[in-house]
């Protein structure tokens, strides 16, 4: 401790407690031990807090990592999952839609087998009519 800051400490006891103390007094060997072992603790505890921000800051970029990995997971996992749920429903809704074409379709047939089959049987009575009205005519013309 350089004398000038032990003469401010002589200064300050003597004037608040009125005791006027010397140099070689071993109070002021205490007070040097003190400032000594102040320092060494600052010296530690900066060392201490050091060491605690690099743990923190590890730890830190452990959860990044971890979050970031567990986020990227989720991400994916509902990715899939839509990308599955959208397959599934494409797949219903082509099925659907083919399921009304063969309906629409099958309805279709029926109506043109019913209306072929109209149209076939009044060919077939004009058929007769043609048939009977030749015959008719050959018989008054015979």
């Not at 010397?22 to 003190?34: A, C, E, I, K, R």
């Not at 109506?111 to 008054?140: D, G, H, K, M, Y």
Request: charged share 25%.
């Amino acid at each position: 401790m350089n004398t000038d800051k032990l003469d401010v400490l002589i200064e300050r006891v003597a004037s608040e407690h009125g005791i006027v103390l010397s140099q070689d007094d071993p109070v002021l060997m205490m007070h040097t031990l003190n400032e000594v072992l102040l320092e060494q603790n600052e010296k530690a505890h900066a060392e201490l807090l050091s060491n605690y921000q690099a743990i923190l800051e590890e730890n830190f970029n452990r959860w990044c990592e971890f979050s970031t990995k567990k986020s990227n997971a989720l991400i994916n996992s509902s990715i899939s999952n839509a990308q599955l749920t959208r397959d599934q429903f494409l797949e219903s809704c082509i099925q659907l839609i083919d399921e009304k074409i063969k309906s629409r379709e099958g309805q279709e047939i029926y109506e043109l087998t019913r209306i072929s089959r109209q149209a076939a049987i009044i060919n077939l009575l004009a058929s007769t009519l043609i048939l009977v009205s030749v015959v008719i005519i050959f018989f008054i013309f015979l």
